[in-house]
């Protein structure tokens, strides 16, 4: 073998060039990624939010990227599910304090994020059985490796189960200008009944928990539209003749009146 074949040989080697190398052995052992459930990645994509500081919109990002088989149906899910709960989260915690024995400061995160995904789905969407919704947030205390708190979970869950129409209710008698009625920290509220008055404070917080089930344009003719339905497949969005814009937005240009 010649001094040149020695080095091509010793090189391939430790770079796991040649059938025998390193790197092969290492692309044998790596194990295929873990599928996870809906419900799994909704826990992983908030506790980003929460703990870590992510913001949404760019976790979501983040997510659809790592798991690119996730079809229309499971990013829509998600999607609406992190943002709902987003939104909502004060009223979430006010009814797992009227259910739970346990403070919510003393609960694990993971129990806390698990209850709030529960419970949004129980109150705010209806195409998921109660018992599905049960039966899923025990299964993700169980592969948290969190046994004993699975009880605890259980019997939370199922006593709002039980009397979801009169929590409802109990939400809808609120006062309207209450923190948890309108979904504002009350810091924020403060500032908005300051700054705005309660009328108007409690017009904006409604409006801010509204869903009409679209989104916003800017299309062709540089107007505001409302679309429902996939966007981004549209030609016109691939085109560029269109710009996903909140109508929010597109009035701080008009109002510039910029040429």
Do not use: W
């Amino acid at each position: 073998m010649t001094k040149a074949e020695k080095m091509k040989s010793k090189t391939g080697a430790n770079i796991g060039i040649s059938t025998g190398g390193k790197m092969d052995n290492r692309k044998k052992n790596l194990k295929p990624r873990v599928e996870k459930s809906e419900r799994e990645l909704l826990l992983e994509l908030l506790e980003k939010v929460y703990y870590e500081g992510e913001f949404i919109h760019l976790a979501l990002r983040k997510l659809f990227s790592d798991y690119p088989g996730l079809g229309s149906r499971e990013k829509a899910f998600l999607t609406r599910s992190s943002h709902g709960i987003l939104e909502r989260y004060l009223q979430l915690d006010y009814v797992i304090s009227l259910y739970s024995s346990v403070k919510l400061k003393k609960l694990k995160p993971v129990v806390l994020l698990s209850l709030r995904i529960a419970i949004y789905q129980l109150l705010f969407m209806d195409k998921i059985p109660d018992h599905a919704i049960v039966d899923e947030a025990v299964k993700s205390i169980k592969k948290r490796k969190l046994q004993g708190l699975v009880p605890f979970v259980n019997a939370v869950l199922r006593k709002i189960v039980g009397e979801k129409e009169e929590i409802k209710k109990k939400l809808a008698s609120l006062p309207k200008e209450d923190a948890v009625s309108l979904c504002l920290p009350p810091d924020i509220l403060e500032v908005f009944l300051k700054d705005y008055g309660r009328e108007r404070t409690i017009a904006m917080a409604e409006a801010f928990l509204q869903s009409d089930g679209g989104f916003y344009i800017r299309n062709e003719s540089g107007e505001g539209e409302r679309v429902s339905g996939n966007i981004l497949e549209e030609e016109r969005f691939r085109s560029g003749a269109v710009t996903i814009q909140d109508f929010s937005s597109q009035a701080v240009g008009k109002s510039l009146k910029l040429k």
